[in-house]
């Protein structure tokens, strides 16, 4: 287990002045130490006050493999389930956060959508993000060929079959 906690820990380049890449991804990422070893974790969108706790593996001093991170900030608790690449989210990932579960395929850190299922609600939500990550509609409902396309992962989070010790 090791924590995280914002402050001037995060490293940004040059003046401000951040350098994008073909993924979307600034180069100049925002990465956070991750404990005394000097483990560290991007994060794209960092929040003031915020706490993170990685459990899992720590290689060449990223954060790599599957793991569960618990990020604290605001009063509000987010628990993300999901493998690290290289100390970016790379792949499936789940994350709960005040009685919804959503889902994000992740590519190099960045998501390509985000698909939500608040607890005890029929009607899961969807919505598109930009390269960047950020979202650029509101949540909406699925439509009936999303509910298919979608099935797999809606299955998963009403069982619960995503959790990482």
Same mark, same amino acid.
């Given at each position: 287990?090791?924590?995280?906690? &914002?402050? /001037? =820990?995060?490293?940004? *380049? %040059?003046?401000? @002045?951040? +350098? ?38 720590? &290689?060449? /001093? =990223?954060?790599?493999? *599957? %793991?569960?991170? @618990?990020? +604290? ?38 998501? &390509?959508?985000? =698909?939500?299922?608040?607890? %005890?609600?029929?009607?899961? +939500? ?40």
């Amino acid at each position: 287990m090791r924590k995280v906690t &914002r402050g /001037g =820990l995060r490293a940004i *380049a %040059g003046a401000g @002045v951040l +350098t994008m890449s073909v993924w979307g991804a600034a180069l100049a990422e925002d990465w956070i130490v991750v404990g005394g070893d000097g483990c560290k974790m991007w994060n794209p969108y960092p929040e003031k006050n915020e706490s993170i706790v990685w459990h899992g593996a720590c &290689r060449n /001093g =990223l954060a790599d493999g *599957a %793991g569960r991170v @618990v990020e +604290t900030g605001g009063g509000v608790t987010v628990t993300a389930y999901g493998t690290l690449v290289a100390g970016k989210v790379h792949g499936d990932y789940y994350y709960e956060k005040q009685g919804r579960t959503c889902y994000e395929q992740k590519v190099h850190g960045i998501a &390509r959508q985000t =698909l939500c299922l608040d607890s %005890g609600a029929s009607a899961p +939500t969807i919505r598109a993000v930009d390269l960047q990550g950020k979202a650029v509609e509101a949540m909406r409902p699925l439509t009936a060929d999303e509910r298919v396309i979608y099935k797999t992962v809606l299955e998963t989070i009403v069982a619960k079959s995503y959790v990482i010790p």
